[in-house]
């Protein structure tokens, strides 16, 4: 008997060209592909509807996300309250299917009883969400920013307590499984970090001499935003190479900061192959962050698909891949490293040791393995 699963997505996971969406999305072909019937339901807020889905899914159900002043004033979080959906609640209500809510965005299900009775509910924590809220408004400047994120990080660890009505937790480091274990000691807390590209075609091109230094986010992200400003201030002026920033929807602060540096460039919303070539042919891929919240997702596709990277503690929070990186966490150590890595190059007999050296937990099918025998253990 085919087995059958519900998966809500907190936006439409294609093209998988962020950090939220890339796990969302090579999750679904490792189900697809170990023979799971996959009912997608997306959020959609901006993004365009895709057969590229249609490829892995069943079926694909699109729902307005209700963003704006009403879906603010509620006692439920923000990123919550704008994705409840009578009509998802209804198409979910045709079966008794498990239902994995991809991040806590889609969890207002929860609140339906007769909805989540006598069916598993998982859910794919991306971290800890009011911790991470909090990280925002520690950094933020804005006041009205400021504000909306303490309200949210509030809202959301009071809700947490609904998740005890959940059946399994996902997380992706272990940090953040030790938090819910803690929390929740009746759970069920797996830890599988995340799915990603692993297309062995996808590696980086040993041919290429162009030496760049690449930067990629989602570039109207506050914590992505100051991470771009501060490499575009302080410490592309300091070495001789281009300097490429790249992502979705850049602020208009990124572009008026790079307008008076020479070393460089911003491009904006490249088609995931075009994203795929400027990941593949960059010399050095710089992964800083202040957040040590969740693991960074586009660490691992980097590892897989770029020559050298420097990263931070905070990128490398609860990955347990120090090893596969260079370490920089100053000004100076990431000016001096990115200085020594320009003079050397990074050749394919590098790329197959570091990938000897990924741990196994890193391995889409050995985690869609695990995640399917803890849903379906009792059919």
């Excluded at 070393?263 to 040590?292: F, G, R």
């Excluded at 586009?298 to 990186?325: C, F, H, R, T, W």
């Amino acid at each position: 008997m085919s087995k059958h699963i519900h998966i809500i997505s907190f936006d439409i996971p294609y093209p998988a060209d962020y950090g939220g969406v890339i796990d969302v999305f090579y999750k679904l072909k490792a189900f697809h592909k170990a023979g799971i019937k996959i009912h997608l339901h997306c959020f959609e807020y901006g993004r365009e509807h895709t057969d590229e889905l249609n490829k892995y899914c069943t079926e694909v159900n699109y729902y307005k996300r209700k963003t704006g002043i009403k879906a603010n004033i509620s006692t439920s979080p923000y990123i919550i309250k704008s994705r409840i959906s009578k009509e998802l609640e209804g198409n979910l209500q045709e079966d008794n299917y498990p239902i994995l809510c991809e991040g806590m965005h889609t969890c207002g299900i929860i609140d339906n009883k007769e909805l989540i009775s006598n069916r598993r509910i998982i859910y794919r924590a991306a971290n800890v969400e009011h911790h991470y809220y909090k990280a925002l408004y520690n950094s933020e400047t804005n006041a009205a920013k400021k504000a909306f994120f303490l309200t949210e990080a509030l809202k959301l660890e009071k809700w947490e307590s609904k998740l005890a009505n959940v059946d399994l937790i996902l997380t992706l480091s272990e940090k953040d499984k030790e938090h819910y274990m803690s929390v929740f000691p009746n759970i069920n807390v797996l830890n599988t970090f995340l799915f990603f590209n692993s297309d062995k075609g996808l590696q980086p091109n040993f041919a290429s001499k162009d030496k760049y230094i690449l930067f990629h986010a989602k570039l109207s992200v506050h914590e992505n935003i100051e991470a771009a400003m501060h490499i575009i201030q302080n410490i592309a002026p300091m070495v001789n190479a281009k300097f490429i920033i790249a992502g979705i929807n850049p602020d208009k602060s990124i572009y008026k900061a790079a307008k008076s540096i020479d070393n460089v460039d911003i491009i904006a919303n490249l088609s995931e192959e075009d994203m795929q070539e400027l990941l593949n042919n960059a010399h050095i891929n710089i992964l800083t962050t202040k957040q040590a919240t969740g693991l960074k997702l586009k660490l691992i596709n980097s590892l897989y698909q770029s020559k050298y990277i420097i990263a931070n503690d905070a990128m490398l929070s609860g990955s347990n891949l120090e090893n596969y990186v260079e370490l920089a966490n100053s000004d100076d150590e990431i000016i001096n490293k990115t200085q020594e890595l320009l003079s050397k190059e990074f050749s394919k007999n590098d790329y197959e040791r570091r990938l000897k050296l990924i741990p196994k937990e890193y391995n889409n099918d050995i985690q869609i393995e695990r995640i399917i025998k803890e849903i379906y253990s009792n059919e």
